[in-house]
């Protein structure tokens, strides 16, 4: 099963990998040994077609009648985001937010590295959180010429986003992960995804109005 | 355009509908009166086909050669997901995380108002964050009753998730955001979707690898 690692994977097909990764992680810890595509469609919230196409193009097909061996998908997925090396991450912006991603066990265990916390706060320099120092904003260059930083997160508020966007890019970041809710101007070469943390909320909103609307239709 | 509130949308539609109404609320901040199929696949990410074919099932088909119409689409949107009336929401865990949630200003802007917080760490209890007291965890039940929140977020460390989510249940709320790294088991009638901060990472280092790779080819 030999994969050129370079061939074209659609970027939507991209942006369900870390799904479909979730709910092989969970079978693997069920103990389950193989996956239907239809349960691995359901677990992942698409249709077991899509599942199937998708997989294709990281040359997995699965068996008959049997599904997908888990722990050799998770195995090429793994390998297909690039997650069986570590990415040294830098935060910029420790507040909340930033505290909480920086002590959120989810990155290391998926070998995301916090390497670096900065802000521009004085009363947070020089404070330890999750076992890395907060250096101060001005010292983001030296920060990241230090430790190399594969992916920059921006955990600040919005009205500072496209400045500190800008140190980051400055200073040879090429990918950005933003929780600011703003959205970023980069040069091409420079990689953003956004994280709005109410997406989730809007579609538990929109079952909860069909309930309702169900609810007062019954009565 | 009338069309039946109680109409089957496939789930993953469901889904993308929140991509869909970020991708438009920057076309309207944009001043961008319309919008096609292809660049809101684009902002969105996914392709231009499933565009249309998800909004056909709101009854919104765009113009040929003009797009959609950015304000008449996000109000269908907006009514879709039930953005038209206020979410009360209780956050359990008051810790970076909660914390940072209780003041997402997302959140607010989205019609999703936090009314309740509760936590088990006497150290927070009355502390006020964003306006609301924190109550201990053994009052669940009174802020549930005082307040009818229609979502609860867990924002608790994964050892207690399934616990909180046990007494969010019990209290009687039946949808559930959840950001504690675990699976949850709820009877059938409760909604739970999860939030995994690290998917987007995951994407990420995806194209960093591609960008290392491609590098290294071309080297």
Known sequence: MSVDPLRHIPEATVN???LYLRALVEAAEGKHPTI?????AERAGVNAAK???????????????????????????????????DWPVVIVGVGN???????????????FEIVGLVDNDPSKIGEEVAGVEVRPLEELGDVVSGTSPAIGIIATPAAV???????????????????AP????VPSNVSVRKVDLAIEL???????QRQSETGAAAG
Chains 1, 2 share one sequence.
Request: hydrophobic share 40%; proline share 1%.
């Open 16 to 18: 369900r990998l870390p």
């Open 36 to 40: 239907s595509s239809e349960r691995l």
């Open 51 to 85: 599942v199937r196409k998708d997989l294709s193009f990281l040359g997995s097909y699965g068996t008959r009648g049997v599904g997908y061996d888990v722990e050799g998908l998770l195995f090429q997925i793994r390998t297909e985001l690039g997650l069986t090396q």
């Open 97 to 111: 937010l930033g505290h909480a991603l920086a002590n959120y066990r989810g990155f290391g265990a998926r070998g």
């Open 161 to 179: 986003a496209q400045d500190v966007a800008d140190r980051l890019v400055a200073a040879g970041v090429s990918s950005i992960l933003n929780f």
């Open 182 to 185: 703003t959205v970023l101007s």
């Open 202 to 208: 809007q579609v538990l909103s929109f079952y909860n």
